[in-house]
């Protein structure tokens, strides 16, 4: 089974610049989740999808920050303009929707570096 | 915000003595997920255990729920040197949010 794939790995970019992650999740996964991680602290969600709908996204700093997930599937989380403090590693899980199958798998996440 | 709160932030333990987790939590729960987080790599499911389960092991795995004190821990037997890793409670809601906690650095010295 595939897991959830993430690109780019690693970015670059200078603070006020436009950045956008991928996400693939698990094939017949209904539920999407991005988290935030930075350094030293643990994962914090920023927006759950249950289908391509929004399940929550009490997190998502929404005056500079996007997501989408199209027909279900891949998803794109977006970031402008960027600033210092959104450094951080960006993680994209999935996770089953029926019954209590609840756990999620992770990809391998996107270091952000605003410099 | 963070749902759970790890304790202790540190632990370094020697190979094959046993290492202990505990994770605290504010808010009625479903089920409570561990999972282990390599450096600089994603995190991995290890264990989950439901709001009416008490005690449940998989392998060198040793996990515990009390919803009277929204509590778990998580013991490792026998550790190993691979088992040095970070590691996270994760408590899933009624909307299947999946909420962490700040983690545990586990080191395990040879």
């Known amino acids: 089974e595939a897991g959830v794939a993430q690109s780019p790995r690693y970015k670059i970019i200078e603070k006020r610049q436009s950045v956008a992650f991928w996400c693939n999740p698990i094939?017949?996964?209904?539920?999407l989740y991005w988290y935030q991680q930075i350094l030293g602290q643990g994962p914090k969600l920023l927006i759950q999808?249950?289908?391509?709908?929004?399940?929550?996204d009490s997190q998502l700093p929404k005056d500079r920050f996007s997501a989408e997930r199209l027909k279900g599937v891949d998803s794109t989380l977006k970031i402008q303009p960027a600033k210092l403090e959104d450094s951080a590693v960006y993680l994209c899980?999935?996770?089953?929707?029926?019954?209590?199958?609840?756990?999620?798998?992770f990809g391998q996440g996107t270091r952000l570096t605003v410099v | 915000s963070q749902q759970g709160e790890e304790d202790p932030q540190a632990l370094s333990i020697q190979e094959g003595e046993n290492a202990t987790m505990n994770c605290s939590y504010k808010?009625?729960?479903?089920?409570l997920q561990w999972y282990r987080q390599n450096s600089g790599r994603g995190l991995v499911h290890l264990i989950l255990?439901?709001?009416?389960?008490r005690e449940k092991h998989s392998g060198r795995l040793r996990v515990t729920l009390d919803t009277s004190k929204k509590s778990s821990s998580l013991l490792i037997t026998a550790s190993r040197a691979a088992d040095t890793a970070s590691y996270f409670c994760?408590?899933?809601?009624?909307?299947?949010?999946?909420?962490f906690g700040s983690g545990t650095q586990l080191t395990v010295l040879p």
């Open positions: 899980a999935s996770s089953m929707i029926t019954g209590m199958r609840t756990e999620a798998f």
């Open positions: 255990i439901r709001s009416n389960e």
């Open positions: 808010t009625s729960i479903n089920n």
């Open positions: 999808f249950q289908n391509n709908g929004v399940v929550d």
């Open positions: 094939s017949g996964h209904a539920t």
């Open positions: 994760a408590t899933a809601g009624s909307a299947r949010q999946l909420t």
